[in-house]
Structure formats: structure tokens, C-alpha cells
DNA sequence: CGGAATCCTTGTAGATACTG
DNA sequence: CAGTATCTACAAGGATTCCG
């Protein structure tokens, strides 16, 4: 402990064991589905991202971008020029992953009316007093 | 606010505006998706979901549980039985959010080693004090 | 059996300011 | 331009206890 949290996922050994929380886990923070459909066109500048993605920090960003570059899901390249210019782009392996994605996103997208009447209902039918106020 | 928190989500009108963030916050809690791999093989009951996902604490289930049914992922039977017995089963729309799920722990185990090793050999190269300790 | 209520500890993220 | 550092807030999650 004692070390200060300095935004990189600091446990070492967490013990997974659940394969399918494992890959959850690298997708699961609120930036990163964004990032990798945002770095899916190719490779991508770090303002342009910030710019692309609505509401990301910059903090957020680098921490994210950082945590994507160590599971080996984004490459990093640093052009020597003045000003800076840093590249991220999409390993093969992300490639992949962002396939599967856009199979969810497809999902989330036919179904999301569906989602949206069931909450509805649900609500309508558990806290009435919400709505004779 | 004052209302404390009883555990469903608040948020009335959170005004998401991404569909990409609809979806996964629907997936992204810890114990989301085990519960939908857990029932994807038909009705399940209460204890036994709370006996099949390793971890999970009692309260964690049921809120998952709830917030699920809210969605209109689950279904919700009560037998009125004694003891009482209580079934949880995947709607249809669920059931297609599964398949989609299974891509996703397929890129998974396709890829577990990869990304271990990437995050080994990044952790290496960047806090090399860690290893002579 | 299947929860709900309560309390408490953490991770995750936001705001802000500073730097090579 | 592309980041760090620091400090803070909040919500997710864990542990425990009680209830119909």
C-alpha cells in the first residue's frame, strides 16, 4: 500500500480466475469501448481524440490510453518533432475485439427502445409516487 | 438527493446521449454478465445463481437482479410455495445479448495470454524496481 | 428461501494546475 | 502538444444484520 495511487492499476496479482470477467475488466472503465471505436480508423493523435470523445478529461485519457497501451491493445508512437506528435493505433488484437464490440453496439442499438419501455414500466410500477408529484 | 441510497439506481435523467455507453452500462457491473451466463441455460433459482457465481454477495445479486429485471433482461417468477421459491429467466432480447457475450469471452480466451504477457512486458519495462525487491 | 436495510471501504473519475 | 500531479467526490461494492 503506502504508494500513492498514481492512476496505473496498481494490483499485481489479483487472482482472476473468471476468464469472462477477465476481458470485462479491460473494457469495462467508462472510456474505453470509446477510445478503441474512436482509434478503429486508423491511427489517431491524442487531441484528436480528446476532442472526438465528448466529456473525456485529459486526465481520463491518458490513464485510459495508458491502461489499453499495457494490455497490449493500443501501440504508442512518439514522432521526435517539435511540436510532439504521439500516434495511437489499434493492435490486430484490438481489431478483433472491436468486431465483437460492434456486434454489441449493433444489439444495444435494435434493442434500445426495448430497454427503455421495460425501465419505464418498471418504474411506473414500483415508485408511483414519482409520479404524482 | 437526501434519499439514500437504496441500492436501484437513481438516476432519473442521466441524458446519456452514446449508445456505445447504453449497452455496457448495462453489462459493465461487476456481476452483470455472470448472472446472464449463469441463466442462460433456462429458469434459475435465487440460491442457486448465489451458489454458482464464485464471490458474489448476497446484496450484489439481488440488486444485479433487479436492476436486470428493470431492463427487461430477466424475468421475475414467485412461486408462492413454502419455502418460497423464486425463478429468474432471460427474455429473448437477453438471450441475443448472450450470443453476443459469447464473442466476447471467445476474443477472450483466444487472447488471454496475449494480453498477459503484453501487460508483464509492460509492467517490466516501466517499474523494473518491482522485480529485484 | 429470498430478500431489504444499514454501514463502511474502496475504486473510478472529475476539476484544476503545472511541465517537458 | 501531450502529458503529470494532487486533491476531492461519488457511486459501486463488501460485510453484516434483520425480516416475511
Known amino acids: 500500500m503506502s504508494q500513492r495511487n498514481t492512476g496505473v492499476t496498481t494490483q499485481v496479482v489479483n487472482a482472476h480466475a473468471c476468464p469472462v470477467r477477465e476481458v470485462l475488466d479491460r473494457v469495462a472503465g467508462k472510456w474505453s469501448v470509446q477510445i478503441l471505436v474512436a482509434a478503429a480508423h486508423g491511427p489517431i493523435r491524442f487531441t484528436e481524440l480528446e476532442r472526438g470523445i465528448e466529456g473525456i478529461s485529459r486526465r481520463m485519457l491518458a490513464l485510459t490510453l495508458r491502461n489499453l497501451e499495457r494490455d497490449g491493445l493500443v501501440t504508442r508512437t512518439v ?9 495511437y493505433e489499434l493492435t490486430p488484437v484490438a481489431v478483433e475485439l472491436h468486431e465483437t464490440l460492434l456486434r454489441l453496439t449493433d444489439w444495444a442499438e435494435r434493442n434500445r427502445e426495448y430497454v427503455a419501455k421495460a425501465r419505464a414500466a418498471y418504474d411506473a410500477e414500483h415508485q408511483p409516487e414519482l409520479l404524482d408529484a
Chains 1, 2 share one sequence.
Open 79 to 87: 514522432h521526435p518533432t517539435v511540436p510532439p506528435k504521439v500516434e
